[in-house]
């Protein structure tokens, strides 16, 4: 069956009109979050997130559900913590389905992390930023993306360094928290690690599943091996 003129220019008159609204739409929700007000509230949401004061350079929206903000500029912790986030390329708030149907914008259903630069206090508690930042009774997101991170470990004076980190954390049914890890090894150690496992908040425990792929350990880590891999 073939399609009479009439029809196709009915079809491009409403796919304009259809792109018209979706581009208004678009205008509208950028224009609503360059307000000082919603500014202030994503930057007081960022900074309950990350545990430390959040200025933002830009906001912009991500369809269909999602906030981005850039241009993000850290002030250092004070106290004793159990890390410190240096710095971080973008920020995104993803808000699902019933966060639209409800209007609910105070905890997103997923945080992600750009490029984040982290160092931790102690190597003995590898993600300590997970309990109080993965928690959805507790105002946190449902889940926890780290895109391009670098994790920083003491190590006897010297650095273990984790480059390229992907890292995802979400919560089960048994209130433990799903972690996975993927980057490469720099500082006094070169070669892949991939981390799968469970990390219960309450009690600090951890049972992670490590995979090494060519890791060898330099001699300044005292524990010189070379070209590890396996479970």
């Known amino acids: 069956m073939t399609s009479t003129p009439l029809a196709s220019k009915r079809f491009i008159v409403f796919g304009l009109m259809g792109l018209s609204l979706a581009g208004l739409g678009y205008y509208g929700i950028e224009t609503r979050l360059a307000r000082s007000e919603v500014r202030n509230f994503l930057e007081r949401k960022a900074s309950e997130i990350l ?29 004793p913590l159990a890390f410190s986030i240096g710095q971080v390329k973008r920020l995104v708030l993803s808000y699902g389905l019933l966060n639209l149907i409800q209007r609910n914008f105070y905890i997103p259903s997923t945080l992600r992390l750009d ?7 102690s190597a003995r508690a590898p993600f300590p930023f997970v309990g109080s930042r993965v928690s959805p009774s507790e105002g946190m997101p449902a889940r926890m993306i780290i895109h391009q ?7 006897g004076g010297e650095e273990l360094i984790l480059s390229k980190v992907h890292f995802e954390a979400s919560p ?11 980057s490469e090894l720099g500082g006094i150690a070169r070669g892949k690690v991939e981390i799968r496992g469970a990390t219960d908040p309450a009690f600090r425990h951890y049972e992670l599943r490590v995979s090494l792929e060519n890791v060898t350990l330099l001699p300044e880590s005292r524990f010189p091996l070379q070209k590890l891999s396996g479970n």
């Open 51 to 79: 545990k430390t004061e959040v200025k933002i350079g830009k906001v912009r929206y991500l369809p269909p559900a999602g906030i981005s903000l850039q241009e993000i500029q850290l002030r250092p912790s004070e106290g």
């Open 115 to 121: 490029s984040p630069q982290i160092q931790f206090v």
């Open 149 to 155: 991170g670098e994790f920083r470990y003491p190590w």
């Open 172 to 182: 089960d049914v048994r209130g433990e928290i799903q972690v996975k890890l993927v």
